[in-house]
């Protein structure tokens, strides 16, 4: 079992930045790979970003490219994800979600957390 615990969360204004950060414990040893979903209000989860555990190999949807960045710090069992130029569209809860057999943009992960709410006020 994999426990992921997300914070970061807040409101910030549309052009501002936050960051999430998403800790890891238990068989972490065992994950492949780590990823980023949102979810708004009426909608579906949908994927943001992910990246290759041991590799760092990351892919992100074209909402956000360029402006979030998905990062890992190994020994911390950290990933964070980095927001930049905030629009009021992606106002979401933001949830961390593991995976110890594959990294997918689907939500078919193994582990999730329990998610942190991200307002962007226009």
């Known amino acids: 079992q994999v426990q992921l615990v997300e914070s970061g969360g807040g409101l910030v204004q549309a052009g501002g930045s936050l960051r999430l950060s998403c800790a890891a414990s238990g068989r972490t040893f065992s994950t492949i790979a780590m990823g980023w979903f949102r979810q708004a209000p009426g909608k579906e989860r949908e994927f943001v970003a992910a990246?290759?555990?041991?590799?760092?190999?990351?892919i992100y949807a074209d909402s956000v490219k360029g402006r979030f960045t998905i990062s890992r710090d190994n020994a911390k069992n950290t990933v964070y994800l980095q927001m930049h130029s905030l629009k009021p569209e992606d106002t979401a809860v933001y949830y961390c979600?593991?995976?110890?057999?594959?990294?997918?943009?689907?939500?078919?992960?193994?582990?999730w957390g329990q998610g942190t709410q991200v307002t962007v006020s226009s």
């Open positions: 979600a593991a995976d110890g057999r594959k990294m997918v943009t689907t939500p078919q992960y193994d582990y």
């Open positions: 990246i290759r555990w041991s590799l760092g190999f990351t």
